[in-house]
């Protein structure tokens, strides 16, 4: 079994280690694949950098790893990743892809702009099963939180029959012992996203986007998040809905 590792923090970001470590313990063969640079607020953008026709790619080690997962740095947004190694571009086609773990939250309908659900998504619409995985701090403490909560999502999803849904997992920043539990939640009316914004003089600069109060959607991913516990929400991909039917239209002249 083969899973791959993305993000949209980049290659340098330390949650990469907690969903390989996760993946090689399930017994996965595991190869880590992130953006060379932060690509936070990507989306599904099929956005890269290529020289002489291929994908910018180069060696470089995510830090933590488990030994012997390879770990390579493309200069590509992370659903691009997830397209290429959907297509082989990374070695075998992976049976999971894991997104994450995001420094910040991804909850509510704001889910629409992340590069690390984009990922999962990509990945979803060539037939992968795939999970995002967030945790709600910009600079986290408890990456041991995420790992206990990504080690019950990945259970679950390799056993599940979710086609064409993502498990998407949001972790408050806390220690194990203070989580609450994990809960299925339905996606807040905005909740928060990251945005990366790339200024002319090669200056970042990040925006982080959030609803005004949780409380009055306590019931939400954002709302338990808040409280102190962990998210999964399963997200639909792309669907036509025939439900509301649009009129005809004939062919002029006709």
Do not use: C
């Not at 993305?6 to 090689?24: F, M, P, Q, R």
């Not at 180069?58 to 297509?87: E, K, M, N, Y």
């Not at 990366?196 to 991913?221: K, M």
Request: net charge negative; no cysteine; glycine share 10%.
């Amino acid at each position: 079994m083969h899973a791959l590792i993305t993000n949209d923090d980049g290659i340098a970001s330390e949650g990469l280690a907690v969903l390989a470590a996760s993946a090689v313990d399930a017994g996965y063969e595991v190869v880590v694949a992130a953006p060379a640079r932060e690509s936070s607020g990507a989306s599904a953008s099929l956005l890269g950098a290529e020289k002489d026709g291929r994908l910018v790619v180069d060696a470089v080690a995510a830090p933590g790893l488990p030994d012997g997962v390879t770990s390579l740095a493309v200069r590509a947004a992370p659903a691009l990743i997830a397209f290429v190694a959907a297509h082989g571009g990374f070695g075998p086609k992976p049976d999971i892809v894991l997104s994450g773990v995001n420094r910040g939250a991804n909850t509510g309908s704001s889910v629409l702009h992340s590069g690390t659900v984009g990922a999962a998504l990509s990945a979803m619409t060539h037939g992968i099963r795939a999970m995002a995985v967030s945790i709600d701090a910009v600079a986290p403490t408890h990456w041991e939180t995420a790992r206990l909560v990504t080690d019950h999502g990945l259970a679950w999803l390799r056993e599940a029959e979710i086609p064409g849904r993502v498990l998407n997992l949001n972790v408050p920043d806390v220690e194990p012992a203070l989580l609450r539990g994990l809960r299925q939640a339905p996606l807040a009316s905005f909740g928060a996203v990251s945005a990366r914004i790339h200024e002319n003089d090669d200056r970042n600069l990040t925006v982080r986007y959030t609803g005004l109060d949780v409380t009055r959607e306590p019931e939400s991913d954002a709302g338990l998040l808040d409280r102190g516990w962990a998210t999964a929400t399963l997200l639909r991909g792309p669907y036509a809905d025939d439900r509301t039917q649009v009129p005809a239209l004939g062919a002029p002249g006709a």
